[in-house]
């Protein structure tokens, strides 16, 4: 069965530096998001992002953030200049077209742990 | 905004029994999907169920069923025949037909399943 990836699974950074998330969706989708959850704290959303732009961004997705679709398989999640407060797990997401089968339903990736010290 | 509500941060069963997992939502939407997603200690979002807002008809995967009651906003989960692996966090989320494409997660409710 097909399935959302990311890598890395774990990342450590220094506060300040750069991190690039990556994602490859499930092949045949359309429709791709970022979804991030503090420890202990519920699932938010980030970002959506359908035919190589940005369809809706949530107040927590500011200019410190970007994403990109680089080339026909991955979806990345760039966090310029991380804080402390970026530590948390970064979940990456993809749906397929509303006429298909089950084409409302965002499958999620295993997610990548961030850790901003 | 649409908000999400499970009001059991944790809960508890017994190997094979029947537990039910609530979840309330707030919309002024008529058409809409609802999701459980379940989260194990690996912390992976696991899809369990989906409803859409339109079909009355209540859905079911395997030992999974839903109570789907849109007057009342509610949808609970309902796991039959608890097993081990089971023991999760779970997760209900919203999410409206049309327009924005977010996903409106709850809490969650934490499920501890005893041998």
């Known amino acids: 069965e097909p399935e959302v990836t990311q890598t890395p699974s774990h990342q450590v950074t220094q506060m300040g530096q750069e991190v690039i998330l990556r994602c490859v969706p499930i092949s045949n989708h359309l429709y791709f998001y970022w979804y991030r959850q503090i420890l202990g704290q519920k699932v938010e959303f980030l970002v959506s992002f359908y035919n190589n732009e940005i369809s809706e961004k949530s107040e927590i997705f500011d200019d410190q953030f970007s994403v990109e679709r680089p080339d026909g398989s991955n979806f990345t999640l760039k966090i310029r200049s991380t804080k402390l407060e970026d530590s948390a797990m970064y979940f990456c997401?993809?749906?397929?077209?509303?006429?298909?089968?089950?084409?409302?339903?965002?499958?999620f990736g295993p997610g990548t742990r961030l850790l901003v010290l | 905004a649409q908000t999400v509500t499970q009001s059991q941060p944790e809960m508890s069963v017994q190997e094979a029994e029947t537990v039910t997992l609530s979840c309330t939502y707030d919309?002024?939407?008529?058409?809409?999907?609802l999701f459980w997603y379940k989260q194990p200690p690996s912390r992976q979002m696991i899809l369990v169920i989906r409803?859409?807002?339109?079909?009355?008809q209540n859905a079911t995967e395997n030992r999974f069923s839903v109570n789907f009651q849109k007057a009342a906003k509610s949808f609970s989960l309902k796991i039959s025949d608890s097993q081990l692996g089971d023991a999760a966090m779970y997760f209900c989320?919203?999410?409206?037909?049309?327009?924005?494409?977010?996903?409106?997660f709850g809490k969650g409710t934490k499920l501890t399943v005893n041998p």
């Open positions: 989320a919203y999410r409206r037909q049309g327009g924005s494409e977010k996903l409106v």
């Open positions: 997401a993809s749906r397929g077209d509303r006429g298909t089968r089950w084409g409302e339903t965002q499958y």
């Open positions: 409803q859409e807002a339109y079909k009355q």
């Open positions: 919309t002024s939407e008529s058409d809409y999907y």
